[in-house]
């Protein structure tokens, strides 16, 4: 794993930005794995300005409420569009977001695993934390070789998002989210982190034994994560010297 402590999340999120463009530069038709949440949407906003070529780009979201209608202010799908893809020239039909309204779930699930097989398989995939360690929407106690399929959301998720809703009665109990096997086939993992409310959990992730209490500790298994975070997120860390030290000292020919 590689910790990147950043004083600010704009810094977090510069260093993710140049990963994702050194990667659409090399490849220009990449598989990207892309996420919801408060948390990528400086990365979004960071990868507008970059200008980047995103017409031979595939992307598969991470999950999707179930029963939203696609075009609702809080599905993913109007997330993703509002603030990622209708600022760029992604081609629609290389857009991937599971669909929280199909009649047949596992079905609809199989055949999104298939697709992601079909496209080569991720080359990068965005993370964020929740509160509670999930990733995705792999809620703790997901088993850690889960694949993509429908999960209740905890109590503590649903408050979480809550603040998008005008009531918790409106935010949704289920979603469909790739599993974390899935998410562990992705060629590289980029998990960003902001603020001191996911400093526990991100402290749990890097430093904690791998359980699926802490879904997030599973990337410590993965050969190629990197976990990009603000100072506030990092602060639960023991070893923070250390990794500021890494990063300070990384060669050249490393990269990013
Ligand atoms: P957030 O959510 O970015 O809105 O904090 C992260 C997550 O739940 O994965």
């Known amino acids: 794993m590689e910790i990147i402590i950043q004083p600010t999340a704009e810094a977090a999120t510069s260093v993710a930005a140049r990963v994702i463009a050194r990667l659409l530069n090399e490849k220009p038709n990449a598989v990207i794995g892309l996420a919801t949440g408060s948390t990528p949407l400086l990365l979004y906003r960071a990868l507008i300005d970059m200008k980047l070529d995103w017409s031979r780009v595939t992307t598969f979201n991470l999950d999707e409420y179930i029963g939203l209608p696609k075009e609702h202010p809080q599905s993913y799908y109007s997330f993703m569009w509002d603030n990622l893809f209708r600022h760029t020239n992604i081609a629609p039909e290389n857009v991937h977001i599971p669909d929280g309204n199909a009649k047949d779930i596992p079905g609809f699930c199989a055949a999104y695993e298939q697709r992601i097989r079909d496209a080569g398989g991720i080359d990068l995939q965005v993370l964020g934390i ?33 603040r998008f809703f005008a009531s918790l009665d409106e935010v949704p109990t289920h979603c469909i989210t790739m599993g974390i096997g899935t998410i562990m086939e992705a060629r590289h993992n980029l998990m ?46 023991k070893r923070a010297d250390y990794y500021r030290w890494v990063y300070d000292n990384k060669p050249e020919w490393q990269h990013l």
């Open 130 to 162: 929740g509160t509670d360690g999930h990733i995705g929407f792999n809620e703790p106690t997901s088993s850690l070789a889960s694949r993509t399929r429908i999960k209740t959301l905890t109590p503590q998720t649903r408050q979480d998002n809550a």
């Open 192 to 237: 960003l982190a902001f603020g001191a409310n996911k400093a526990h959990a991100i402290a749990e992730a890097v430093e904690g034994p791998i359980t699926a209490i802490n879904p997030a500790s599973i990337l410590q298994m993965h050969p190629d994560a990197k976990f990009c975070l603000d100072a506030d997120a990092a602060g639960e860390l």
